[in-house]
């Protein structure tokens, strides 16, 4: 009988910002169009406001991405030059420091000092960056890839609210795209915990509460501050 487990973990990167993207489309234009629609603003205007928002969360999640990440993977790039130096100057006591670690993790000496004399043979580097510093292929940083995943779904997301509100007569605008938006909340949080591994209903609340109160408040503030058109 082959026993196979299905992991989850290789889908950190990219499923973190592809959750986070079309999340953040949702909600920050469903509430910018509410904020402009709270102000009793022709549709036109909260179509004009739409789009803009669209095309500039957009960019900035790209940009965002890209920074943030790039920033974590010169840090992994600079601590693999500090172990590569000091594998090419001090190799027998990176082989003990890497035998250390395995007794320290319940391996018994003489086994531990055998598997890291062996994976040091076979790949030095990638031994000491794996179980020393904690850098593997699944937690590597990749900017490009979660630059154009968080505009790619953030444009998605944000494409939901603006075509309920171009579809939606004016008079029923703030409760449609309102109700809509915390449907397609909900639908993302269950599709993000299905293909995550975690639990369904709790992240579906979880992304609708944030989400209905972000909608709140940036409506109380259009009516607050808002004039008749």
């Known amino acids: 009988m082959i026993h196979k487990e299905h992991h989850r973990s290789h889908r950190a990167g990219w499923l973190r910002a592809a959750v986070l993207g079309a999340n953040d489309g949702i ?3 469903s509430s910018l ?17 739409g789009v803009a928002g669209l095309v500039a969360g957009a960019m ?10 790039s ?5 992994e790039h600079a601590d693999l030059d500090i172990e590569r130096k000091a594998l090419a100057e001090h190799y027998d006591f990176e082989q003990q420091e890497l035998a250390a670690i395995y007794e320290a993790r319940g391996v018994a000496p003489e086994v531990a000092s055998l598997v890291s004399e ?7 580097l990638g031994a000491h960056a794996r179980d020393e510093i904690g850098i593997t292929d699944i ?3 990749r900017p490009l890839q979660a630059a154009l995943s968080s505009a790619a779904t953030f444009t998605f997301g944000a494409l939901l609210p603006l075509l309920v509100a171009w579809w939606a007569p004016p008079s029923q605008l703030i409760v449609l795209v309102a109700v809509c938006s915390l449907f397609f909340l909900a639908f993302l949080g269950a599709v993000a915990a299905r293909v995550g591994g975690a639990p369904i209903i709790k992240a579906a609340v979880r992304v609708m509460f944030w989400g209905a109160l972000a ?13 008749v058109a």
């Open 33 to 49: 169009i509410l904020g402009v629609a709270a102000a009793n603003t022709a549709q036109s205007d909260i179509m004009l406001a």
């Open 71 to 75: 920033s974590q993977a010169d840090t």
């Open 60 to 69: 900035s999640m790209a940009a965002g991405e890209y920074v943030s990440v």
């Open 139 to 141: 937690s590597q940083a």
């Open 27 to 29: 909600v920050s234009t």
């Open 118 to 124: 062996q994976l040091m043979q076979h790949d030095a």
């Open 215 to 227: 909608m709140a408040l940036t409506s109380a503030i259009g009516r607050v501050f808002g004039v």
